[in-house]
C-alpha cells in the first residue's frame, strides 16, 4: 500500500480529466491523475474536435451564430428540460476554452457543421502533420494538453485504475487506486473529480438504466474499458443517480465492423427509400442526414429498425455525379467496393444486408412484408413521376424512381457514441446525494454527468460531446480550487 | 569492452557494447518512434518509423539497425525525417481499419499511441483491403483479427526467435503480403503451442487473446496464468509440470511444498480448481494436474526440499494450535519456520483432521497422509495427542497467541422420528471409526441419508465393509450435489440409489432399527427465512427401505460452544466482532481461526490456504513481518519450446479405475496412476502461459522523459 496526498485527485485522464488536471494546475493545485490505461486521450483519440461558439476562428470565418442564438436553440430544442445555467456557463465558456487550446499549441482546420442545415460549431482539430482532419485527428491535442499538464507539474499515473473513493462522514477525502502490478495506492485529497467517460462497454448497464439489448436493438459504440467505473465508484460512496440516455445515432447491426464500411454511406443518401419491417415508408429520407433524428424514428418501430433501399441506377448516378452527401468524417469513394461488402455481409450477417435482382426478392430476403412493400414502392415511383412527395414532403431533387437491374436493402439499426449522464450533480458539477445534498470534496464532469440533450442529440451544434467534456473539465476543477481554497481559509 | 559514448540530438549518452542507437537512446530516457522493435525481439527495420540522420553521412538510416559507436552524432528529429516518419504510417494506415472504438486494444495499442506521437491520423493513400484478412481466422485462444495488421512483423520473430517454434512468416498470394502459417493451415495443425508470445508482443490488435479466457477482477500478470491464478495457495503449477515432464520429481514437489506443505495428499483429494482455469480447456481438455502431482509425489524419494527455505531464529514466543488438521498443522509448520514454538492440540490420537479422518482409506490412504504429517513433526512442530481443549481462553493464558482450527468435527443428524435409535450414526462419527478400526453395529443393510460426496464415501465404505449400502437424497439426478465420477463411482460398486426421497422416519424401536420410511418427491426447496424444507411429494409413493442401520451424511458443525471463550454466530462459528463475520480474527485478542471453524466444510487446498494465512497474520501480531514466501527450487524457464506437430490434439490421459469388483473387495486406492510414458505426456500437454511473464512491455512515447 503506497500513499499518495494531493490536492486535486482526478479519475481518468480523457478530455474531461485533462481539462481539469490542466485548470488545476493553472490554478496552483497539486493534481495527480489515475487512468487505467495506458495512453492519455481517452475516447477523444478516436474523435476530432469540440464544440464552440463565437471562437476567434469562428469570427475570423464571418460565422454569425451568437452565444445567445446557440443558447435559445438548445433551450427551445429541448423544451427546457436540461439545466439551463449549465448550457449558459458551458457556452458562456466554450470561446475562451478554443483560445485556451490554441495557446497550449493546438491549431484546428475550422469550424464545420456535419451537415448543411446545421451551424458551424465543430471545431476540427488540426492533425500535426498538416495534413487533412479525420478520425482521431483530437488525439494530436490530447498529446499536446498531457504535455501542458506535464509542463504544469500534474502527476500521471496509468495502468492505475482508481478503484473506490473514501468517504468520511459528508465528506469525500480521497480514494484507492490499484496499478497493474496489483499494487494499492490509497490517495488522500482535498478535492476528487470523476471524468470516466460513461459506460459505454457496460451492456448489462445499459439494459438496466436505458433498456436497449446491446447486439439487438443497440449497436453502440463500445470503446473498451468505459464500463461506468465512475459512476459505480460514485453511487458506492453515496451519490444520487442522474438521468442516463444513449447518444443515439442510427448503426447497421455489425455490418460496418466489416473493414470497408464506407460503402454504407453510400446506402444513407437521401435518394434512397426508406421503409419499416411492414414495408411502409416511415420518414423523410432527406432527414437521414441527421443520424440522431433517424434513431428516433427508428425506435418508434417494430424491431427497432428501418430499412434502407437503394438500386444500381442510384449507384451509377452517384459514380456520375457524386454522391449528394458527404461524410463529415470520412472522405472515400463511397461506392467504390460497395458491390463487394455487400456481398460480403450478406454472407457474414444474414438479415442485415442484401442484393437481389427485384424488389420483392430483396424484401423477400429481408424479411419484410412483400405485399406492403411493393405497393410502397409503386406509390413512392408514381410521387417521383409527379416530382412531388405527397406524404413527407420530401424535397423533389431527391425523388428518383426505385428502377434498376439491381436492389440493395441495408437494415438501420440503433447505435449510440456512448452514454450519457449517471452522476447527479448541481450547475457546477458539485456531485449530489439522492436527496440533493453535497457530498463535500466530489466533483464529475464529462460524459458521466453530460445531461444536455433531452433525448436527442442537437446535431444543429455539432461538438457537442467533446465540447461539454473540456468545458466542463474546466468549469468543475475551478469549482474544485474554489472549495479547496475555502477549506484552507477555514484552516 | 568499453561503453560507447554518442550524442544524440545533442545528448551525450553512453551505449552498451553492441547496443544499437534505438535501444541506447531509450535506455537514456529518449525516446525515438518504433513499432516494428521489441525490447525482446531482434531488430528487423522494417516499421522505418526509427530513422534518423547521422552527422557526415547521406539520407536516413534506422536507429534499430545503427550499432551505437563511439562519436557518433545522431539527430532524432527534423523536417525530412518526420516526412518520412509519416509516410511509413501512412503506408500502415491504408490498410488499417477505422473502427478503432470497436477494437478491445483502444487505449492499449501502440499504434494508436504512435498515431498520438506523430499525429497523422489518416492516410492519404487509397484505403486498401486485403482478401488474405480472413485465412485462418478460426481458433479457440488467438483471436487473429487481421485486417488490423501492420505487418511489423513481430509476431513472426516472436514465434520463431523466442519461442523456436517458427510457423508464422510472411506469405505471398497474389501481390498482397500477409502473415500466416505455411499453406496457411490453421494454428493447430501447424504445430502451434498456443503459448500467445505473439499476441503478448502485438502493438496493434490484430493478435489478441480469446475474449473471456482469463479474468478481469486480477492483475494482469497474475491473471495470464490461468490454473496457478484458480489455485486458492497459487502454486507455480506451470513450474512443476515443467519439472515431471522432464522426470524431476523431487524438484516438482518441492516447487508445491513452497505453498502446501501436504502435496501427496493433494494428489489424491483436491478439487482441483486450477484444472478449471486451464487455457489448454480451450483446444481440447485441462491438463490433469492434479494426478500429476499425486505422479510426482509417489516418485519424490530424494526430498531435495528437505532443510531448504528459510529458518527464522527463535523468537520464545508460544503459539498453540487447536486441531491437527490441514488447516492447523499449515499454520503451524510455518509459524515453527518463522521461528515460534508450536504446539499443536489434537483431540484425537492421530493427526491429519479431515484428511486422516474424515475421508475414507480409498481416497487418500492413511500411509500418505501420516508421512506428510510427519515431516511436519520432524521439522520441530510438538503435537500432543488426545487433548480436548475446553477453552479457548484458558489457552491463551499460557501462550502469546493462539490457532483454532478444529475444523467441523460434529456431524448432523436430520430431525426425524427415531433419530436416537442405537444404530443411527453420523458420517462423521462412522468414517472417523472406519479409519480408527472401531467397529460400528451396522448389520447387514445400511441406509445413507444425503446426497453429496460425503454421502458416497460412506457408502464405498460400508461395501467395502460387506454392508450393502442404499444412498436416499432429496435431489434427483443431474441436481444431485455430488460429483458425477463419486456417484457413478459408488454405484458401480454395488450401492443403490434412492434419490429424489424424502425422509419421514426410521422404523423399528429405540434398540434396532428395521428400516427407513421415504416417499417420493416433484419439487423441493428451503424456505430462505427459516431454512425449513418445502417440498412435494408424490402421491402414493411411501414406502420402507428396509435396514439394520442409518448414517446421516447431512452437514457438519463446529461443536463450539460459549464455554470455549469466542463470540459465536447462530450456527456456532467464531465471529470477529469488528466485521461481524467469521474470519482469521476472533472476539479475543491472540486468538485466530482458520480453515473449516471460519467457511463451514470445506476442501483441503482451502484450509490448507486458510492456514498459511493465519500464520502469517499470527507472525505479524508476535512482531514479524508475516512472510513466508520462500522459493524451494529456482526456476529455469525454456524459452524456446519448439514446434510441436499435432500438439493441439494430444488427449488428455486418464487414470485407469480398477474394476469394481476388484476395488470393492479392499481399502486401495481406486484408480491406478499414471505410469512414465503417461505422465511425460500429460504434462507436456501444458501450454506454460507462465513463459509469456518473461515477455517485456513495450513502452509507449508517454513514458519517455525526452519524447
Redesign the interface.
Known amino acids: 500500500m503506497k500513499k499518495i496526498t494531493t490536492d486535486l485527485a482526478i479519475i481518468a485522464a480523457g478530455p474531461a480529466g485533462l481539462a481539469a488536471a490542466i485548470t488545476g494546475a493553472e490554478k496552483g493545485l497539486n493534481v495527480t491523475v489515475f487512468e487505467k490505461?495506458?495512453?492519455?486521450?481517452?475516447?477523444s483519440?478516436?474523435g476530432m474536435g469540440p464544440f464552440a461558439v463565437e471562437s476567434r476562428i469562428q469570427k475570423e470565418a464571418m460565422i454569425g451564430l451568437t452565444k445567445e442564438e446557440a443558447f435559445k436553440l438548445m433551450m427551445d430544442y429541448t423544451h427546457w428540460q436540461v439545466d439551463a445555467r449549465m448550457v449558459r456557463d458551458y457556452f458562456w465558456k466554450s470561446a475562451d476554452t478554443i483560445q485556451w487550446l490554441e495557446a497550449m499549441g493546438v491549431r484546428f482546420a475550422g469550424a464545420l457543421k456535419y451537415y448543411p442545415e446545421g451551424h458551424a460549431t465543430w471545431h476540427v482539430v488540426q492533425?500535426?502533420?498538416g495534413?487533412?482532419?479525420?478520425?482521431?485527428?483530437a488525439?494530436?491535442m490530447?498529446?499536446l494538453m498531457?504535455e501542458r499538464a506535464l509542463e504544469l507539474g500534474v502527476t500521471?499515473y496509468?495502468d492505475t485504475p482508481a478503484v473506490k473513493l473514501t468517504r468520511d462522514g459528508e465528506d469525500i477525502v480521497g480514494l484507492v487506486a490499484?496499478?497493474?502490478?496489483?499494487e494499492e495506492y490509497e490517495v488522500e485529497a482535498a478535492a476528487t473529480l470523476i471524468a470516466t467517460g460513461g459506460f459505454g462497454d457496460n451492456p448489462e448497464m445499459i439494459k438496466e438504466h436505458c433498456n436497449f439489448t446491446f447486439g439487438k436493438d443497440m449497436f453502440n459504440?463500445?470503446?473498451?474499458?468505459l464500463v461506468g467505473d465512475g459512476l459505480r465508484m460514485a453511487w458506492e460512496a453515496g451519490a444520487g443517480k442522474g438521468n442516463m440516455e444513449m447518444e443515439m445515432i442510427m448503426s447497421t447491426g455489425h455490418v460496418?465492423?466489416l473493414?470497408?464500411?464506407?460503402y454504407t454511406i453510400a446506402m444513407q443518401q437521401p435518394r434512397s427509400l426508406i421503409v419499416n419491417k411492414e414495408g411502409k415508408r416511415v420518414m423523410d429520407e432527406s432527414v437521414l442526414q441527421n443520424t440522431a433524428v433517424t434513431a428516433n424514428v427508428s425506435v418508434r418501430q417494430s424491431d427497432r429498425c428501418l430499412y434502407v433501399v437503394s438500386t444500381d441506377s442510384h449507384f451509377d448516378l452517384y459514380r456520375k455525379q457524386g454522391v449528394d452527401w458527404v461524410n463529415g468524417v470520412?472522405k472515400?469513394d463511397y461506392t467504390a467496393?460497395a458491390e463487394t461488402w455487400m456481398q460480403k455481409a450478406m454472407t457474414q450477417f444474414p438479415g442485415e444486408a442484401v442484393i437481389a435482382d427485384t424488389p420483392e426478392e430483396a424484401a423477400r430476403l429481408m424479411g419484410i412484408d412483400v405485399e406492403t412493400f411493393m405497393k410502397t414502392v409503386a406509390e413512392y415511383n408514381e410521387s417521383c413521376a409527379l416530382h412531388y412527395d405527397d406524404l413527407f414532403c420530401k424535397d423533389r431533387r431527391f425523388l428518383t424512381p426505385l428502377e434498376g437491374k439491381k436492389f440493395y436493402i441495408l437494415r438501420l439499426v440503433p447505435g449510440a457514441y456512448g452514454t450519457l449522464g449517471g452522476i447527479k450533480v448541481d450547475s457546477h458539477y458539485q456531485v449530489l446525494t439522492p436527496d440533493t445534498k453535497k457530498l463535500y470534496g466530489l466533483f464529475a464532469a464529462g460524459s458521466d454527468v453530460c445531461d444536455l440533450y433531452a433525448g436527442t442529440y442537437l446535431y444543429y451544434l455539432p461538438g457537442n460531446t467533446m465540447g461539454f467534456a473540456l468545458n466542463s473539465g474546466r468549469l468543475a476543477a475551478e469549482q474544485a480550487a474554489e472549495f479547496i481554497n475555502s477549506l484552507e481559509t477555514v484552516a | 569492452m568499453n561503453r560507447a559514448t554518442l550524442t544524440v540530438d545533442g545528448r551525450t549518452i553512453s551505449a552498451n557494447p553492441g547496443q544499437s542507437v534505438l535501444n541506447a537512446a531509450l535506455d537514456a530516457g529518449i525516446y525515438i518512434p518504433h513499432l516494428c522493435s521489441h525490447p525482446d525481439l531482434p531488430p528487423q527495420a522494417n516499421c522505418k518509423l526509427c530513422v534518423v540522420e547521422v552527422a557526415g553521412q547521406d539520407g536516413v538510416v534506422c536507429s534499430c539497425e545503427l550499432p551505437a559507436t563511439d562519436g557518433l552524432q545522431v539527430v532524432t528529429q527534423s523536417s525530412a525525417l518526420?516526412q518520412r516518419r509519416?509516410v511509413a504510417l501512412e503506408l500502415m494506415l491504408a490498410g488499417h481499419?477505422?473502427?478503432?472504438?470497436?477494437?478491445?486494444?483502444?487505449?492499449?495499442?501502440e499504434l494508436?499511441?504512435m498515431?498520438?506521437?506523430?499525429?497523422?491520423?489518416?492516410s492519404?493513400m487509397r484505403?486498401t483491403?486485403r482478401k488474405t484478412?480472413d485465412l485462418n481466422v478460426d481458433n479457440p485462444i488467438v483471436v487473429r483479427e487481421m485486417?488490423r495488421c501492420i505487418q511489423c512483423g513481430r509476431c513472426v520473430r516472436a514465434c520463431d526467435d523466442l519461442r523456436g517454434v517458427g510457423i508464422l512468416g510472411f506469405n505471398r498470394r497474389g501481390d498482397e503480403v500477409y502473415v500466416g502459417t505455411a499453406g496457411d493451415v490453421p494454428l493447430g495443425e501447424a504445430g502451434c503451442r498456443f503459448c500467445s508470445a505473439c499476441v503478448a508482443v502485438c502493438p496493434t490488435g490484430a493478435l489478441q487473446d480469446q475474449f473471456g479466457i482469463f479474468r478481469d477482477d486480477?492483475?494482469?500478470?497474475?491473471a495470464i496464468v490461468p490454473c496457478s491464478a484458480e489455485c486458492p495457495a497459487h502454486a507455480d503449477i506451470p513450474a512443476y509440470l515443467r519439472l515431471i515432464q522432464q522426470g524431476r520429481h523431487s524438484e516438482a514437489i518441492a516447487v508445491i511444498r513452497e505453498k502446501v506443505p501436504f502435496p501427496h495428499v493433494l494428489g489424491y483429494v483436491c478439487n482441483h480448481r486450477c484444472e478449471s482455469g486451464c487455457k489448454r480447456t480451450a483446444l481440447n481438455s485441462p491438463v490433469s494436474i492434479r494426478n500429476l502431482k499425486r505422479y510426482a509425489a509417489e516418485r519424490d524419494t530424494e526430498h531435495v526440499w528437505r532443510g531448504k527455505g528459510f529458518h527464522k531464529e527463535r523468537s520464545g514466543k508460544r503459539v498453540a494450535v487447536v486441531g491437527g488438521g490441514p488447516a492447523g498443522l499449515t499454520a503451524a509448520f510455518y509459524l515453527n519456520k518463522l521461528g515460534h514454538d508450536v504446539t499443536v492440540y489434537e483431540k484425537q490420537n492421530v493427526a491429519g483432521g479431515y484428511m486422516a479422518l474424515g475421508i475414507p482409506e480409498f481416497r487418500a490412504p492413511t500411509a500418505v497422509v501420516q508421512a506428510e504429517v510427519g515431516y511436519i513433526v520432524e521439522s520441530g512442530v510438538r503435537v500432543r495427542y488426545g487433548q480436548n481443549v475446553e477453552s479457548a481462553a484458558a489457552l491463551k493464558a499460557e501462550h502469546e497467541a493462539v490457532l483454532v482450527a478444529v475444523g467441523t468435527p460434529v456431524g448432523k443428524k436430520l430431525r426425524l422420528p427415531g433419530a436416537d435409535f442405537r444404530q443411527v450414526y453420523t458420517a462423521v462419527d462412522f468414517l472417523r471409526a472406519s479409519r480408527l478400526g472401531q467397529t460400528l453395529d451396522l448389520g447387514q443393510t445400511c441406509c445413507v441419508i444425503g446426497g453429496g460426496n460425503v454421502a458416497f464415501d460412506v457408502a464405498g465404505t460400508l461395501l467395502r465393509m460387506g454392508v450393502r449400502a442404499t444412498v436416499v437424497c432429496l435431489e434427483k439426478g443431474e441436481a444431485m450435489l455430488a460429483d458425477r465420477e463419486e456417484i457413478e463411482s459408488a454405484c458401480s460398486e454395488g450401492a443403490v440409489l434412492f434419490d429424489g426421497h424424502s425422509n419421514e422416519g426410521i422404523e423399528g424401536t429405540p434398540e434396532q432399527v428395521t428400516g427407513l420410511r421415504v416417499h417420493e418427491v416433484s419439487e423441493f426447496h428451503f424456505d430462505r427465512a427459516t431454512g425449513a424444507l418445502v417440498e412435494t411429494a408424490v402421491p402414493d409413493s411411501t414406502r420402507v427401505i428396509a435396514c439394520d442401520s442409518i448414517v446421516f451424511a447431512a452437514g457438519q458443525a463446529t461443536g463450539l460452544t460459549e464455554g470455549f471463550g469466542l463470540e459465536l454466530n447462530r450456527f456456532g462459528y467464531p465471529v470477529d466482532p469488528q466485521s461481524g463475520k467469521s474470519g482469521h480474527r476472533t472476539s479475543l485478542d491472540g486468538v485466530f481461526c482458520a480453515g473449516d471453524v471460519i467457511t463451514g466444510t470445506s476442501f483441503v487446498i482451502n484450509a490448507i490456504e486458510s492456514g498459511r494465512q493465519a500464520a502469517s497474520l499470527i507472525d505479524r501480531y508476535l512482531g514479524g513481518d508475516g512472510q513466508i514466501d520462500e522459493v524451494l527450487v529456482e526456476r529455469e524457464r525454456q524459452p524456446k519450446i519448439g514446434k510441436v506437430d499435432g500438439f493441439h490434439l494430444q488427449a488428455r490421459q486418464e487414470l485407469s479405475l480398477r474394476p469394481a469388483a476388484e476395488r470393492v473387495c479392499d481399502f486401495q486406492p481406486i484408480n491406478v496412476n499414471f505410469n512414465a510414458d503417461q505422465s511425460v505426456c500429460e504434462a507436456s500437454r501444458c501450454l506454460q502461459c507462465d513463459l509469456r511473464k518473461d515477455i517485456r512491455k513495450s513502452r509507449?512515447w508517454?513514458?519517455y522523459a525526452v519524447k
Open positions: 490505461s495506458s495512453v492519455p486521450g481517452g475516447t483519440n478516436m492533425p500535426a502533420d495534413s487533412h482532419p479525420g478520425p482521431r485527428c488525439s494530436t490530447m498529446k498531457y500521471f496509468f490499484k496499478g497493474k502490478d496489483g459504440f463500445r470503446v473498451p474499458g460496418h465492423m473493414a470497408g464500411y464506407v470520412i472515400a467496393d | 518526420l509519416k481499419p477505422k473502427d478503432c472504438v470497436s477494437c478491445k486494444r483502444y487505449m492499449n495499442c494508436q499511441a498515431i498520438q506521437y506523430l499525429g497523422t491520423v489518416h492519404r484505403v483491403t484478412d485486417e486480477l492483475p494482469w500478470e497474475e509507449i508517454s513514458e
